[in-house]
């Protein structure tokens, strides 16, 4: 991260201000990658111009290297955001034909119409495994008698 | 932050009012929240924080609007 983009930084007290231009990042990408930073930094999104800042503040002691680094990560990760906001947008299609074809499935229709089911679920015995010619369904016991082991 | 009562003002852009008000629910038991619009920003005057409480209080309620904020957007989104 460049050093326009931390506009304040104070060891001391652990906290940190990044300034980001509005126009390079959506918000849903701001959101996406403070959100990852609530577990360890008390985080504080304010909007000044066409700049947002994102205030930042260790929820443990932290060094300025720390907080540096800390910067850093939060600079990749709103680039990772962004791409996977853009992958999202770009196959958004696709994802939901494939959530279809799942949920289709899991009620358990014919994905195509014109396929027939593998069951007839209203006769059942008609598909013919419910035969059982060899006896192999029989228990032991019917078999051969509750008495022999 | 550590003080009986403090002031926090959260951007109407970027905090949802009602993400705002299940935060303050949430910590309820350790302080008192008002709300309300001011230009810009919501201001959230917090008063009666819990001095027993091992943390802080208002600045874990603002991680709670933001991540309330987070969340609804996205569900929307879905």
């Known amino acids: 991260m460049s050093q326009s983009q931390i506009e304040s930084l104070d060891a001391a007290t652990a906290t940190m201000t990044l300034s980001l231009e509005v126009g390079l990042y959506p918000r849903d990408v701001l959101y996406a990658a403070a959100y990852v930073f609530l577990d360890r930094a008390y985080v504080l999104l304010d909007r000044s111009g066409d700049r947002y800042q994102v205030h930042l503040r260790g929820k443990a002691a932290l060094d300025e290297t720390t907080l540096r680094a800390m910067a850093g990560e939060f600079a990749n990760e709103l680039l990772a955001q962004a791409l996977r906001l853009r992958v999202v947008h770009t196959n958004q299609r696709l994802i939901e034909d494939i959530a279809s074809l799942a949920i289709s499935g899991a009620a358990g229709r014919a994905v195509h119409g014109d396929e027939a089911a593998l069951i007839d679920l209203d006769a059942p015995g008609d598909d013919g495994f419910l035969d059982d010619p060899l006896g192999i369904a029989v228990p032991w016991e019917s078999k051969k008698g509750a008495g022999e082991q | ?78």
């Open chain 2, 1 to 78: 932050m550590s003080a009986a009562q403090a002031t926090v003002r959260l951007h109407r852009a970027l905090y949802a009012e009602d993400a705002i008000r299940r935060a303050a629910e949430t910590f309820t038991d350790f302080a008192a929240f008002a709300v309300r619009a001011d230009g810009d920003h919501y201001v959230v005057d917090v008063t009666d924080i819990d001095r027993e409480v091992d943390g802080d209080v208002v600045a874990e309620f603002c991680n709670f609007a933001l991540a309330n904020t987070a969340i609804r957007r996205k569900t929307s989104h879905a």
